[in-house]
């Protein structure tokens, strides 16, 4: 099979043609339609994520296809013939490929009407998302706030908080993304960029009653967003795109009785029940069409890997880049 191989967590990466990977029992074979790149992506073949695996090692942390074998047991051998999002195995190699292994945890049986770019997008933005917007509710919170709201897990978020609530409050970092979401019916949008950003982030706090926040940016912005939250509110960091680490005051935790905390959809998967998984699973295709879903830019084959992690590294606003393993599938940017 053809598969993108990464033999150094320097960002570089090279097509090459593997075996077919050997089951072991319960696990699956999908033969994969599509898989997108995704921030978490580009911190992973940096060697910034939060894990390493040994190389070397096919990337990719999600994509769609079809289950052509099973290793055996019942829920295993339940899914042969279903096309799935699946979600690459902690320890083993990643969607950029024409097959993958995985388990029945990883995969959601995809409802037809969603197709298999859809599909392939549907687990690292719209579930987490989903989880995250769920737990914000679950926990009563009057309102919440978000950075980097114009990437497109912020844009899920504000088309969430806008149908389900609760209100939220936007934080971008240039003029034109505060347009951007204007237009798609955000009312509290700040510009982190602006010289009064730490004033008005805590006058709209304020008036907002926000005390749960999603950082998707780290960095000095964690320190700003702790202090513009009440006491006991709370910041869950769930990306880095600053690359830089999160920089806080001492007393802002300790005096303010704020607290900061992560999310890692891998930890929810291990972490949650299977009914829970499923719930969430059905919520999201049922979304897909709407409020979770993704703008696909552009489709490469696996030969132009390193051009896709070029395009989408440079122009993420303008959405997914999609790596699709058929050759007769692929389609030109």
């Known amino acids: 099979m053809r598969a993108v191989e990464l033999r150094a967590y320097d960002g570089s990466l090279h097509v090459v043609e593997r075996p077919l990977p050997k089951l072991r029992s ?47 047991g019942l829920a295993s051998r339940a899914l042969v013939g279903r096309r799935v999002a699946c979600g690459a195995p902690d320890g083993g190699d990643g969607t950029w490929a024409e097959f993958i292994v995985t388990s029945p945890r990883r ?9 298999d770019e859809a599909g392939a997008t549907l687990l690292v933005n719209p579930l987490t998302a989903w989880v995250l917007m769920a737990s914000a509710r679950r926990e009563k919170h009057r309102a919440v706030a978000q950075t980097a709201a114009a990437s ?3 844009r899920m978020l504000l088309r969430l908080s806008l149908r389900y609530g609760p209100p939220m409050v936007h934080v971008v970092r240039r003029p034109a993304q505060v347009a951007l979401l204007k237009s798609l019916g955000a009312e509290h949008v700040l ?16 008036t907002l009653g926000v ?23 709370r910041v869950t960091v769930y990306g880095a795109l600053s690359e830089e680490p999160c920089t806080l ?76 393993p058929s050759r007769s599938d692929a389609r030109p940017s």
């Not at 978490?40 to 942390?61: E, H, N, Q």
């Not at 009064?196 to 805590?202: G, N, P, Q």
């Not at 999310?263 to 998984?277: I, K, M, N, T, V």
Request: proline share 7%; charged share 25%; net charge positive.
């Open 26 to 72: 319960g696990e699956l074979l999908v033969r994969l339609a599509a898989a997108p790149i995704n921030p978490s992506d580009l911190a992973f073949i940096k060697g910034r994520y939060g894990v390493r695996k040994p190389l070397p090692i096919v990337p990719g942390f999600e994509g769609a296809g079809t289950v052509v074998a099973s290793g055996g």
């Open 107 to 115: 995969c959601f049986p995809l409802r037809p009407r969603i197709d």
């Open 152 to 154: 497109a897990l912020g």
């Open 191 to 206: 510009d982190s960029s602006r010289p009064d950003f730490a004033a008005e982030l805590e006058r709209a706090f304020r």
């Open 211 to 233: 005390t749960r926040v999603f950082d998707a940016v780290a960095g000095s912005l964690t320190n700003q967003l702790v202090r513009a939250l009440p006491s006991g509110g």
């Open 249 to 324: 005051e001492p007393g802002s935790l300790i005096f303010g009785h704020r607290s900061v905390d992560g999310f890692w959809l891998s930890e929810w998967f291990r972490e949650a029940h299977p009914l829970d998984q499923a719930r969430a699973g059905l919520a999201v295709q049922r979304l897909l069409g709407g409020e979770l879903k993704t703008e696909v830019a552009a489709r490469l084959p696996l030969e132009r890997a390193a051009e896709a992690v070029e395009r989408y590294t440079g122009r993420m606003t303008e959405g997914k880049v999609l790596l699709v």
